[in-house]
C-alpha cells in the first residue's frame, strides 16, 4: 500500500537516507530478534556514512542478542540537552507500539517509517513499508545494496539474525528462494552464519530450560479441542528460574511444537494490562485478525496486542473467547 508520503522503492528509501543526520531509531516495545538486529544493522552503515545515529531501549539486552551483537552503543534515556532532527522507526506496525523516551516530544520531529508488517499504519512523515519481506532486517539489507553501502561482517551478523530470527531459522512460511539467496550473500559478506545459529538454537541458559520445562508441565493450559495453547508467564514464574521475560522469545514457539495445535499464545502482565504473543500454524487461521481487535496487529502467523484488564482471569477469558471465534 502506497500513500503521497510512501517511498516508492529500495533506491528512493536509500537516496532519502542520505539525506538524514543527527538520528534517532527506535523500534517497538519488547524489541525481538528482527528489532534489534535491524537497528543496530542500520546504526553502524549509518555511522560508516558519517552520520550521527543514536539507537534507544529502555532496558538492557538479552544475554544471547548481546553475544550476538557484540555491542553496546545504544541509550537508555535522552541524551541531556539534546534535539534529534530526525526519528527512524524500525519494525513496528504503529506509533503507539513504538518505544521511545518522550512520545509527546516525538510529534515534533519527522519519522522515516521502515517495517514490514502488512498492517503498518503509515504513521511515519515517510514510510517505506514491504509486507512482502520476511523481516525488516531483509529490507535494510536491501537499502544498504541499493545506496552501495559497504557492508561489513558486523552489519552483515546483524542482519542475518534479523532474517533468522523471523523466519524461525529459515522454517517458517515466509522463508522462499529470494530470502535464502540473500542469507548465501550475507555469510559471503561475512556473516558468521555457525556463530549465529549456535546462539539462537544450541544454546540457553539453564533458567530458560528449566523455565520451558516447568511451562510445558504445569502451566500450559489447552482449549478448543486441542487446536489452542497458551501460557502466562507471571513475574513469580520468571523470578522463580531466575530470568527475565527478554529471555523468553522462543518460548512460544516450544509450545507451538505440540502435535494438533492451531493457534498458541503466551500472556505476560505490562503496565497497561496484559500482553499477548500469538502465534498461527495455519494461514487460514490468522492471529493477525485476533490482535488487530484489541488494537494490536502482526502478520498472519504472528502477531500481539494487549488485553487491559486487572487479572490474568479476565485476560484469558477475553483471549479464549477471540481464539474461539477463530477457530469454530
Known amino acids: 500500500m502506497m500513500t503521497n508520503n510512501s517511498l516508492s522503492c529500495v533506491k528512493e528509501a ?3 537516507l542520505l539525506t538524514l543526520d543527527n538520528i534517532i531509531i527506535f523500534t517497538h516495545e519488547r524489541p525481538d530478534g528482527d528489532a534489534i538486529g535491524s537497528v543496530f544493522a542500520l546504526q553502524k552503515a549509518l555511522k560508516r556514512s558519517g552520520k550521527m545515529a543514536d539507537v534507544y531501549f529502555s532496558e538492557s539486552l538479552s544475554a544471547r542478542d548481546s553475544a550476538l551483537i557484540n555491542e553496546n552503543t545504544y541509550i537508555s534515556k535522552r541524551r541531556a540537552n539534546h534535539d534529534y532532527s530526525v526519528c527512524i522507526a524500525l519494525d513496528c506496525g504503529n506509533f503507539e507500539r513504538l518505544e521511545t523516551f518522550d512520545k509527546r516530544k516525538m510529534l515534533n520531529i519527522p519519522i522515516l517509517n521502515i517495517d514490514h508488517h502488512q498492517d503498518n499504519t503509515l504513521f511515519g ?4 513499508v514491504d509486507s512482502k519481506a520476511c523481516a525488516t532486517a531483509e529490507i535494510i539489507f536491501d537499502i544498504l545494496l541499493a545506496g552501495k553501502n559497504e557492508i561489513t561482517g558486523d552489519i552483515a551478523n546483524c542482519l542475518l539474525m534479523g532474517i533468522m530470527l523471523d523466519t524461525g531459522g529459515l522454517r517458517f512460511d515466509n522463508t522462499n528462494a529470494n530470502v535464502l539467496r540473500k542469507v548465501a550473500t550475507l555469510v559471503d559478506l561475512g556473516a558468521e552464519y555457525n556463530l549465529i545459529v549456535k546462539n539462537i538454537y544450541f544454546t540457553k541458559p539453564l533458567g ?3 523455565l520451558e520445562s516447568d511451562v510445558i508441565l504445569a502451566h500450559t493450559k489447552i482449549a478448543c479441542n486441542g487446536k489452542f495453547a497458551y501460557a502466562y508467564l507471571s513475574e513469580k514464574l520468571l523470578d522463580k528460574h531466575k530470568t527475565k ?3 523468553t522469545e522462543g518460548t512460544i514457539d516450544y509450545i507451538r511444537t505440540i502435535d494438533g495445535l492451531i493457534i498458541t499464545a503466551i500472556l505476560s502482565k505490562n503496565k497497561d494490562g496484559f500482553r499477548v504473543s500469538l502465534r498461527s500454524n495455519n494461514a487460514n487461521y490468522p492471529v493477525s485478525t485476533i490482535a488487530k481487535e484489541m488494537s494490536g496487529g502482526g502478520h498472519k502467523l504472528a502477531a500481539g496486542c ?3 484488564v486487572n487479572t490474568i482471569e479476565e485476560a484469558e477469558k477475553i483471549l479464549l473467547e477471540k481464539v ?4 469454530k
Open 245 to 247: 521475560y527478554k529471555d
Open 208 to 210: 530458560v530450560m528449566t
Open 324 to 327: 474461539s471465534s477463530i477457530l
Open 125 to 128: 512523515a515517510r514510510n517505506f
Open 306 to 308: 494487549t488485553i487491559n
Open 14 to 16: 536509500s537516496e532519502y
